[in-house]
């Protein structure tokens, strides 16, 4: 289990895919922070699915 997988072990974002998202998100974002998230991702379909709408997800578990 990697180090981000134990820090999101108990979020949950409402969704499966959600909760698979953050947490690559996080994983290229911890590489390197000073990257933009073009930057830090590595193909545009992740960059894409990185900006989140905001209609989606679990406000609440974001921000426990």
């Known amino acids: 289990m ?3 997988e134990s820090e999101l072990a108990g ?3 409402g969704d499966t895919r ?5 947490a690559t998100l996080i994983t290229a974002l911890s590489i390197e922070p000073s990257r933009s998230l073009p ?3 590595d193909t545009w379909t992740e ?3 990185a900006k989140f709408d905001g209609t989606s997800i679990n406000l ?5």
């Not at 609440?60 to 426990?64: I, M, Q």
């Open 18 to 22: 959600l909760n698979k998202r953050i």
């Open 11 to 13: 979020q949950n974002m």
């Open 2 to 4: 990697s180090w981000v």
């Open 60 to 64: 609440t578990a974001v921000e426990s």
């Open 47 to 49: 960059t894409l699915a």
């Open 39 to 41: 930057c830090a991702n």
